[in-house]
């Protein structure tokens, strides 16, 4: 059996958690770059491999707390 770089569960365990915090950071840094630039919600949502649905519950908060301009569904901007 090789070695775990890790010494124990513990370490696994916080290096996993701090591994999802910083993907989600990410995620939040490049969905608000994806929707500064004009992506639509689809467009988002295709990219994450989600749905439209689901990233706009997770993100549309954050986004409109930025004061970032969103596109409705017809193209028109939501401000």
């Known amino acids: 059996m090789t ?4 010494d124990g569960p513990a370490d696994g365990l916080a290096a996993a958690s701090a591994l999802r915090a910083m993907a989600d950071r ?3 840094a490049e969905v608000e770059r ?3 630039a004009g992506w639509s919600w ?3 949502a295709e990219a994450l491999g ?3 649905q689901a990233v706009h519950k997770k993100h549309l908060r954050r986004l409109l707390m930025a004061q970032i301009e969103l596109r ?3 193209g028109e901007s939501a401000f």
């Open 34 to 36: 994806a929707m500064r």
């Open 50 to 52: 989600v749905t439209r």
């Open 72 to 74: 409705r569904r017809n």
């Open 3 to 6: 070695p775990s770089p890790l």
């Open 26 to 28: 990410l995620e939040d």
């Open 42 to 44: 689809s467009q988002v």
